[in-house]
């Protein structure tokens, strides 16, 4: 009987999946539209990232240093400017805020393009950096306009697998973006600057996309919702306005305090761009990987959210949430375990780490990076969900800030490219291969370190769960 059964079983499991994607055609065309331009957006977006460092000390001649203080500084404008893109878009609304924010983004990328590509032109270092400054409050207001819109186009129904189908384009946009890189430096062998031609290119597209199919503000309403529900029309205020009557919310605070709980797993990520590159040359050798390693999280978030999101419904936001970032905090604790213990070379070893790690920390973003957002959503008082999103891009964003200002010191103390042993220099590996280097003196502490902070977030995120989630509307 149950080997009869079995097959029927299955065959019934894999209908009732497929089936489940069903609920994304409650979405209206502006929510695909949305997502047009999130793919182009992110695209452009996640290859400046990557490519900036070398762009700016290539390209305008910048330091080492100052490349990294412009970065810095545009990610601290880009952090404090989320909470004031969000009172922006619930003002203006979805539409006017898109299109003034991609115009803007198509004039400054140009701009950024034109001195890159005038090699007499006076500081051109300190103009780009003015200009990438520049491009920070648009930069929020799009990230902010994105989930606001996500969580506008999708009714009850379908905002789980909306939220999860916006963080999916996202990561196929960071695929790409990636992939854009290699096609300027490698196949086109042209400047870095060129990266800006490709992003003015992007930006007239997501305007054009914008006028065509971004028409409608207002909330979607399933048919099984309330008929009152769906007339409901959130008070426009103006910013100060709405600035002050989110202060008074006990939402804000709640929230406030879950950001501060997940910076240390949100960091992780930003360890994948700032601190794992060096630490994989140092460790494996100049030959490693790193372009290989780096790709196995979006292209693994692309095909965990796909099969994810039909499922999405099934489970608590606030459960997937927390113990979606225990398996992100723990994915650095491979990495903490001294080589020796996996049996094999120094170079096999790490490569194993990698692997290790990057496997758990895509597993844990799939489950509760786009959660955060929609819990937000969910907690968020009507009329402000926008503002409440944009502070919940402020983990992402404070990562990247603290990280790019840390990673120096942490690479410095516990994985140099070279050390000092008995009055000597040798080089890390060296080091390393031949045991000279106490444990805390060795990369392993600093993930071990790392790791701790980030899962000790999320126990506190746990034991606080009933007051983290109170008048949440999911």
């Given at each position: 009987?149950?080997?009869?059964?079995?097959?029927?079983?299955?065959?019934?499991?894999?209908?009732?999946?497929?089936?489940?994607?069903?609920?994304?055609?409650?979405?209206?065309?502006?929510?695909?539209?949305?997502?047009?331009?999130?793919?182009?957006?992110?695209?452009?977006?996640?290859?400046?990232?990557?490519?900036?460092?070398?762009?700016?000390?290539?390209?305008?001649?910048?330091?080492?240093?100052?490349?990294?203080?412009t970065i810095a500084v545009?990610?601290?404008?880009?952090?404090?400017l989320l909470t004031f893109s969000g009172l922006v878009t619930d003002w203006l609304g979805i539409r006017k805020s898109l299109r003034f924010s991609m115009l803007a983004m198509l004039l400054l990328r140009g701009a950024v393009l034109a001195v890159g590509l005038m090699p007499g032109l006076p500081h051109r270092g300190l103009i780009a950096a003015v200009l990438l400054v520049l491009m920070a409050p648009f930069m929020a207001a799009i990230q902010t306009i994105f989930q606001s819109a996500t969580q506008r186009y999708?009714?009850?129904?379908?905002?789980?697998?909306?939220?999860?189908?916006w963080y999916l384009f996202m990561n196929i946009g960071a695929a790409a973006g990636g992939a854009s890189i290699d096609i300027v430096r490698l196949q086109l062998k042209v400047a870095n600057v060129h990266i800006f031609t490709m992003g003015v290119v992007l930006a007239m597209l997501c305007w054009i996309v914008a006028e065509l199919m971004i028409r409608r503000d207002d909330q979607l309403h399933g048919s099984d919702e309330a008929r009152e529900a769906a007339q409901e029309q959130p008070v426009r205020k103006r910013p100060l306005e709405?600035?002050?009557?989110v202060i008074h919310e006990p939402a804000f605070f709640r929230l406030i305090v879950l950001i501060a709980l997940v910076l240390g797993v949100r960091a992780v990520y930003a360890y994948l761009y700032l601190l794992m590159p060096k630490y994989w040359?140092?460790?494996i050798g100049p030959d490693a990987a790193i372009g290989v390693l780096n790709m196995i999280n979006p292209i693994g978030i692309v095909l965990g959210l796909i099969l994810f999101i039909p499922l999405a419904n099934k489970f608590r936001v606030f459960s997937m949430l927390?113990?979606?970032?225990?398996?992100s905090a723990l994915a650095l604790f491979p990495m903490a375990?001294?080589?020796q213990w996996y049996g094999m070379g120094i170079a096999q070893a790490h490569y194993a780490m990698a692997i290790l790690c990057m496997v758990l920390v895509t597993?844990?973003?799939?489950?509760?990076?786009p959660k955060l957002y929609e819990y937000t959503a969910a907690i968020a008082p009507k009329g402000q969900e926008g503002t409440y999103l944009g502070l919940s891009m402020i983990p992402w964003f404070a990562a990247k800030t603290f990280v790019s200002a840390f990673s120096g010191h942490l690479l410095e103390r516990w994985s140099p490219e070279t050390v000092t042993v008995d009055g000597a220099a040798m080089p890390l590996q060296q080091a390393l291969v031949e045991n000279r280097l106490p444990y805390w003196q060795t990369p392993s502490a600093m993930w071990l370190w790392l790791g701790l902070y980030a899962f000790v977030g999320c126990l506190i995120a746990l034991f606080l769960r009933r007051w983290l989630t109170k008048g949440a509307k999911a």
């Open positions: 009987m149950s080997q009869a059964s079995s097959p029927r079983s299955a065959a019934k499991m894999i209908g009732d999946y497929f089936r489940d994607f069903g609920v994304l055609r409650e979405t209206r065309a502006e929510f695909w539209g949305i997502q047009i331009v999130n793919i182009l957006d992110c695209t452009f977006y996640f290859a400046m990232l990557t490519i900036a460092s070398l762009f700016l000390s290539q390209d305008l001649g910048m330091s080492d240093k100052n490349a990294g203080y545009f990610t601290s404008a880009t952090t404090i999708t009714t009850k129904r379908s905002r789980s697998a909306g939220f999860n189908l709405i600035a002050k009557d040359e140092r460790t927390v113990y979606g970032s225990m398996i375990l001294p080589w597993i844990g973003e799939v489950l509760w990076s």
